[in-house]
C-alpha cells in the first residue's frame, strides 16, 4: 500500500530553489566585506537571531520581505541585489516544467489528475518499493 505524500508543488520546489540562491548571495554579500563579517556581525546588525541568520543562509528558511530589507540596509546593497543571479533560477524552472505543463494540457488533466501523477512519480523515484 502507497502511504500519500503531501503534494510537492511546483511553487515549492521554486521558492526552494530561490531560498538556496538568496542565502548564497547573502553569505557571498557577508564574507565579501573588506572586514568580513561573521554570521553574529550580521546578525546584529540585522536585528536577527544568527540561528535564523544560518538556516537563510543554507536555504533552510525564506525570510519574509521585512528581514530580507534588514539584511540589506545592514550589508548596505539594495534589497534588489540580494536577488541578483536569481533570474536565471526563473527561467531554468520555467524551462524545466514547460515541458510537464504541456503534457498536462495537452491530455486536459486536472489538478487531481496532476497531483495523481505526481505521487506515482514519487513513488517510482524514492528507491523503495510500496
Do not use: C
Not at 47 to 58: D, G, H, N, Y
Request: net charge neutral; no cysteine.
Amino acid at each position: 500500500m502507497v502511504v500519500p505524500q503531501p503534494p510537492s508543488s511546483q511553487e515549492k520546489y521554486f521558492v526552494s530553489d530561490l531560498g538556496k540562491r538568496i542565502g548564497q548571495r547573502i553569505r557571498e554579500l557577508r564574507t565579501q566585506r573588506p572586514e568580513r563579517w561573521t554570521q553574529e556581525e550580521l546578525a546584529e546588525r540585522a536585528q536577527i537571531s544568527v540561528s535564523f541568520l544560518s538556516m537563510i543562509e543554507r536555504g533552510e528558511r525564506v525570510p519574509h520581505v521585512e528581514t530580507l530589507a534588514a539584511l540589506a540596509n545592514a550589508l548596505g546593497v539594495s534589497l534588489g541585489e540580494l536577488f541578483t543571479g536569481t533570474e536565471q533560477t526563473l527561467a531554468q524552472t520555467e524551462d524545466l516544467l514547460r515541458p510537464l505543463s504541456d503534457f498536462a494540457r495537452a491530455r486536459g488533466l486536472t489538478a487531481r489528475d496532476v497531483d495523481r501523477l505526481l505521487g506515482v512519480a514519487r513513488v517510482m523515484f524514492s528507491g523503495t518499493v510500496a
